[in-house]
């Protein structure tokens, strides 16, 4: 079974400045990468994803994340973050199609606040 | 825009009521999904459905059952509400085939007294 860890569960960041959320899988066959964001009292919607190809992946407002195959590792980073960017951030995990399986695990989410 | 609703944003219900939760998409999405959202444990999936009247269970789908009558349509039942299921309820839909992106509702809180 494939697992997903978020290491931090609150990053609070100064506006204008840098943001990297970190998150890390675990699975014995290839995988497929998501992050989804949750702004205050709303469902998720998708930022980007990744299913093969390029390590970097760009996605909606500004976001990017690198696929790492050697450190199981997915982070998301954007280089100036704003106000608007105050959510929750999940990052997800499933098997490639070649597994079938249509199961998404989730982490644990991580709350990134912005200061102004 | 793909849209999909949730019948209620909030609920109140008591220990052993029956509850229904209604989820509806509106782009003819083949796979369904409920999940549940609780703090520190991110989302867990419930059940899911790749069809009209197919299920499969998710990741805790004790305490719950399922029914895609419509294409449409994808129902979330507590037999007997409990309070441990107080939570935020989440639908999501995706499309069949190399999609892979699945499409939210906003949510409802449920809370069981």
């Known amino acids: 079974a494939q697992s997903v860890t978020q290491l931090d569960s609150q990053v609070p960041v100064f506006e204008e400045a840098p943001v990297e959320l970190r998150c890390n899988y675990s699975?014995?066959?290839?995988?497929?990468l998501f992050w989804y964001v949750q702004y205050p009292n709303q469902g998720l919607q998708l930022l980007l994803k990744?299913?093969?190809?390029?390590?970097l992946v760009k996605g909606i407002n500004g976001f990017e994340a690198e696929f790492n195959k050697s450190q199981t590792s997915f982070h998301l980073r954007k280089p100036s973050v704003h106000i608007s960017d105050t959510a929750e951030y999940f990052c997800?995990?499933?098997?490639?199609?070649?597994?079938?399986?249509?199961?998404?695990?989730f982490g644990t989410g991580t709350r990134l606040t912005i200061i102004p | 825009d793909v849209k999909v609703t949730q019948s209620s944003r909030y609920l109140v219900k008591r220990t052993g009521e029956k509850v229904f939760l209604e989820c509806v998409q509106d782009?003819?999405?083949?796979?369904m999904f409920w999940y549940r959202q609780d703090p520190g444990l991110g989302l867990r999936l419930i059940y899911f459905?790749?069809?009209?009247?197919?299920?499969e269970k998710g990741d805790i789908p004790e305490g719950y059952s399922v029914s895609r009558e419509k294409k449409e349509r994808f129902s979330l039942i507590l037999e007997s509400a409990s309070t441990n299921q107080t939570s935020m309820y989440l639908c999501?839909?995706?499309?069949?085939?190399?999609?892979?992106?699945?499409?939210f509702g906003p949510g409802t809180r449920l809370t069981v007294t």
């Open positions: 999501a839909s995706r499309p069949g085939g190399e999609i892979y992106e699945q499409y």
């Open positions: 699975s014995s066959v290839s995988v497929y």
């Open positions: 990744y299913l093969s190809g390029s390590t």
């Open positions: 997800a995990v499933r098997r490639s199609a070649n597994f079938g399986n249509e199961k998404l695990t």
């Open positions: 782009m003819d999405h083949e796979n």
């Open positions: 459905s790749y069809d009209v009247k197919m299920k």
